[in-house]
């Protein structure tokens, strides 16, 4: 008797519980069969929504590309420079972002300032320019020099050395975190020539 009471319940059980899923089932087939038009109208929203942003991140995949293979370029033609050349071409891209008494000092006795200039907000650039191989990386000495005068002698607000080298060692990195000197390896010139990337001041 216990075991035909059991099995009443749980068929009992699964009846109801057919019965609680027919229900809403049925309204959903019922709602399905009287908008039809609005369900394809919201499938194709959602596939076009879809596509959308698909073809979004393969046309933002092509701008990175094509921004990359820029710096690239200039990053060559750049290291193809002379010293003075270089100098002159970071002084005219200072002019270009709109900075004031621009001047070019390299050369004896410049005590590590290439270009001075003043930014659109009045501070104080200066910059050291190393005109290096793309395969060489730019040293502690390099930067000891530039950050002995930079600040203490040039006045500097912003002090930058920029460089057409591919790299910083990690030892001129650290001593140009400790002293808040800002890094503009070939990357980051290129981008600065080609207006893809900030200027040394930003």
Excluded at 114 to 125: E, F, L, M, S
Excluded at 134 to 159: E, M, N, Y
């Amino acid at each position: 008797m216990a075991r035909r009471r059991r099995q009443s319940d749980t068929a009992a059980l699964v009846f109801v519980a057919a019965v609680l899923i027919a229900i809403p089932a049925a309204a959903v087939i019922r709602f399905a069969g009287d908008h039809v038009g609005l369900l394809i109208g919201v499938a194709i929203v959602v596939c076009a929504g879809l596509a959308g942003s698909a073809l979004l991140v393969r046309r933002s995949r092509i701008k990175t590309r094509e921004i990359d293979r820029v710096r690239l370029i200039e990053a060559f033609r750049l290291a193809q420079m002379t010293p003075t050349d270089f100098e002159r071409l970071l002084a005219s891209l200072c002019e270009r972002d709109g900075c004031q008494d621009v001047r070019v000092v390299g050369g004896a006795g410049d005590l590590g300032a290439d270009v001075t200039a003043k930014a659109p907000d009045g501070r104080r650039i200066v910059l050291q320019a190393k005109r290096y191989r793309i395969t060489r990386a730019v040293g502690s000495p390099d930067l000891q020099k530039f950050g002995g005068t930079c600040f203490s002698i040039h006045k500097a607000d912003v002090a930058a050395l920029v460089t057409t080298a591919a790299q910083f060692t990690p030892q001129a990195r650290g001593y140009a975190n400790q002293m808040n000197i800002r890094l503009f390896d070939n990357k980051a010139l290129s981008a600065w020539v080609s207006q893809t990337g900030p200027s040394p001041w930003d």
